[in-house]
């Protein structure tokens, strides 16, 4: 029969620096962090591995036997927090990078005509629109007020420049 170690004496040779130990615990608790990262149906698998092992041994150092909690139960706490703030993280990440590809027509237009963009295609109001939008990064509102238009209107404008600039 083999004989299993328990978290409270794993984390006391770990304590006495014991590397042995340390890596019993993580393989012991390698499943449990997989298991948490499927879960969470976070999509880099990787990087959370990184993140939850970092936790692992953030638990493992600062867990005291007084919490009168399990270290499997400490542990798993620490970690479904951990997964939660990344998952959060990435949301409104991926939900500010969406905010930056907008503002960043305005680099794209740039870029574009250097390459001579052919604006004849546009009406004068498009055109006022186009200068005012792109070249001088006025908003939406800023627009309708110098032009004297509705901001619904200042934004119907640039939705027809960017389709028939095709940008």
Excluded: C, W
Aim: aromatic fraction near 14%; hydrophobic fraction near 35%.
């Amino acid at each position: 029969m083999r004989y299993q170690y328990n978290d409270n004496e794993l984390l006391y040779l770990i304590s006495i620096n014991n590397q042995f130990a340390l890596d019993i615990l993580y393989m012991k608790y390698l499943p449990l962090i997989k298991t948490r990262i499927r879960d969470y149906g976070t999509y880099d698998f990787d990087e959370d591995l990184i993140q939850a092992m970092y936790m692992l041994q953030t638990a493992i150092f600062t867990y005291k036997a007084e919490y009168n909690k399990t270290f499997n139960k400490y542990f798993d706490l620490i970690l479904t927090r951990k997964l939660s703030q990344l998952k959060r993280d990435r949301l409104r990440r991926d939900y500010i990078y969406l905010k930056v590809e907008e503002t960043d027509l305005y680099e794209e237009i740039l870029f574009k005509e250097e390459l001579h963009i052919d604006t004849s295609s546009l009406n004068k109001i498009e055109l006022e629109v186009f200068k005012l939008k792109y070249e001088n990064s006025y908003s939406y509102k800023e627009i309708s007020e110098m032009l004297q238009i509705s901001i619904k209107k200042s934004y119907n404008t640039v939705l027809r420049i960017k389709k028939k600039l095709n940008i």
